[in-house]
């Protein structure tokens, strides 16, 4: 089993950058594939981005190909997500996931893949 604490939220103006971090307790980090989600208020909670292994190919939300970047780093069991040239319309709740074993690159989009999840972190993006 693993805990997951996300980090790195706040407020920022259109067109900054934030990063995002998630940390995981436990052991086997690597053996995780993580994914970022968010959650605008009222609306459903959607795939943002996915990395199978470290050194992997990414999988991007089409919303943030060419903003978002995912990134993870085993030796600290900590995963990242990288927004640059944010716009209001990322203002929501970003949650990290976490599943434990194999999930196919289509699967990653689906959050009912991951078995972990953390608290979520608020990112507000103001005009």
């Known amino acids: 089993q693993v805990q997951l604490a996300e980090s790195g939220g706040g407020l920022v103006q259109a067109g900054g950058s934030l990063r995002l971090s998630c940390a995981a307790s436990?052991?086997?980090?690597?053996?995780?594939?993580m994914g970022w989600f968010r959650q605008a208020s009222g609306k459903e909670r959607e795939f943002v981005a996915a990395l199978r292994w470290s050194g992997g190919s990414p999988y991007l939300a089409d919303c943030v190909k060419g903003r978002f970047t995912i990134s993870r780093d085993d030796a600290k069991n900590t995963v990242y997500l990288q927004m640059n040239s944010l716009k209001p319309e990322d203002t929501a709740v970003y949650y990290c996931a976490a599943r434990f074993g194999y999930a196919s690159a289509s699967s990653l989009k689906d959050e009912g893949v991951y078995q972990y999840w953390g608290q979520g972190t608020q990112v507000t993006v103001s005009s």
């Open positions: 436990g052991s086997a980090f690597s053996n995780y594939r």
